[in-house]
């Protein structure tokens, strides 16, 4: 089954969690302190609530976070990155990396606008909202993380070679990101 993905910024997630029960008539499949996630069957949607106040406005300003497709096994998430890096687009592959209280592969790419958009599946639960650090003993890790208020894949490539211990740059996309603005998501 696949579905599409919407995650959103949110105040409040207790009223958030709230409100989304009544619309859709169903209960979150996963809460976590500032997160929530609804695995609605019709229509086939998995809403995903981040609550991060400071990046929501009124309305809808700052509403989105990320958008997804959800697909069931790897070899799809493996499909689509040959079928989008095939029509051009640039994209960020990532494998076993955690994210949204989840163990996931998934491949990045953003729209002409900059919303970011994953396809990815989901291979076990997790315990932490994502891996991402500014530090590592090697130079493995990625996940995802909430830049100027938009949830972003981050690819943690090592500064130095050679150290057991490491600084890492972290970057989206190749564009070096402030790791003093990196929140979790997800």
């Not at 509403?63 to 799809?76: D, F, I, K, M, P």
């Not at 163990?103 to 639960?125: C, I, M, N, R, S």
Request: hydrophobic share 40%; charged share 20%; proline share 5%.
């Amino acid at each position: 089954m696949s579905r599409v993905q919407l995650a959103m910024n949110v105040r409040d997630v207790d009223a958030a969690v709230d409100f989304y029960r009544k619309l859709f008539g169903v209960e979150p499949a996963k809460r976590r302190p500032g997160y929530a996630n609804f695995a609605i069957a019709v229509p086939p949607l998995k809403l995903v609530l981040i609550e991060d106040p400071d990046a929501r406005g009124a309305g809808v300003a700052g509403a989105l976070n990320h958008l997804g497709v959800e697909v069931e096994t790897s070899a799809e998430v493996g499909a689509a990155t040959q079928r989008l890096t095939g029509q051009g687009l640039a994209t960020l592959t990532q494998d076993a990396t955690s994210c949204c209280y989840a163990v996931q592969d998934k491949v990045w790419v953003h729209d002409p606008d900059g919303a970011p958009w994953e396809v990815y599946t989901v291979l076990a639960d997790a315990p932490h909202a994502t891996t991402t650090t500014t530090t590592a003993a090697t130079t493995a890790g990625s996940g995802c993380a909430t830049v100027d208020g938009q949830c972003v894949p981050v690819d943690a490539t090592a500064a130095t070679a050679g150290a057991v211990a490491r600084e890492v740059e972290l970057t989206t996309h190749g564009v070096p990101v402030d790791a003093s603005a990196v929140r979790s998501c997800c």
